[in-house]
């Protein structure tokens, strides 16, 4: 099983900037990817930025050029730059390590608002 540890959110004014970062702990060794989630009130959940080990980037269409998805694999944490933030990012993000399951951070609000 693995842990995962999240910090970074906020409130922050559109058109300003936050890091997300989460660190994981435990079961880490066959970690093949890591990420971040959101969703946002009254919406499904979405997949914003994942990178795998071999350090392979996806992003969702809304972030792309705005967010940046970074890790450390001897620490085992992965970031989220997240610049150029809107109103629309809005929500829970919540951190997630695919090993042989998911495991799932217990989530960081951001809210971009002025």
């Known amino acids: 099983q693995v842990q995962l540890v999240e910090s970074g959110g906020g409130l922050v004014q559109p058109g300003g900037s936050l890091r997300l970062s989460c660190a994981a702990s435990?079961?880490?060794?066959?970690?093949?990817?890591m990420g971040w989630y959101r969703r946002a009130p009254g919406k499904q959940r979405e997949l914003v930025a994942g990178?795998?080990?071999?350090?392979?980037?996806e992003y969702t269409d809304a972030v792309k050029g705005r967010f940046t998805i970074s890790r450390t694999n001897a620490k085992n944490t992965v970031y989220l730059q997240m610049n150029s933030l809107k109103p629309e990012d809005t929500a829970v993000y919540y951190c997630?390590?695919?090993?042989?399951?998911?495991?799932w951070g217990q989530g960081t609000q951001v809210t971009v608002s002025s």
């Open positions: 990178i795998t080990s071999g350090g392979r980037k």
């Open positions: 997630y390590v695919l090993t042989y399951r998911y495991d």
């Open positions: 435990g079961s880490t060794l066959s970690t093949n990817a």
